[in-house]
């Protein structure tokens, strides 16, 4: 598969992974969702949708890991702004190395399994 073409990951990984590369993708500065959507599909992480991706930045305003700011569109609606608060830079950080300590993990495994074989 080519770089510019999108991988079509498990559902259960793209669930699994979309708080985290959501707070990623904000550690930016402030944005909106439709780019928060189109960095993750640059990154090469599949393709999401508004519907999946709001009720969770939602979750985030309420946790309190992010503000929300309206701003006025320069030729069109208005769009709501996302940015991380100082606890969503912690929380961040928190998953992150969850994440890097997960993956590390799992990779160490599949591997090891590849070379030894796993016994029932």
């Not at 498990?10 to 979309?18: F, G, K, T």
């Not at 992010?66 to 709501?80: A, N």
């Not at 991380?84 to 160490?108: I, K, N, V």
């Amino acid at each position: 598969m080519s770089s510019t073409q999108l991988e079509s990951w498990p559902s259960d990984w793209n669930r699994a992974s979309l708080g985290l590369c959501a707070l990623q993708a904000l550690s930016a500065g402030p944005t909106y969702g439709y780019a928060i959507i189109t960095a993750l599909e640059q990154a090469g992480l599949g393709t999401f949708k508004g519907g999946t991706l709001y009720p969770l930045l939602t979750r985030f305003e309420t946790a309190g890991w992010v503000e929300v700011e309206w701003r006025p569109g320069e030729s069109g609606p208005g769009r709501k702004f996302f940015s991380l608060t100082s606890h969503g830079r912690a929380e961040l950080a928190c998953q992150r190395s969850q994440w890097l300590t997960f993956t590390t993990s799992t990779t160490a495994f599949l591997t090891a399994a590849n070379h030894r074989g796993v016994s029932p």
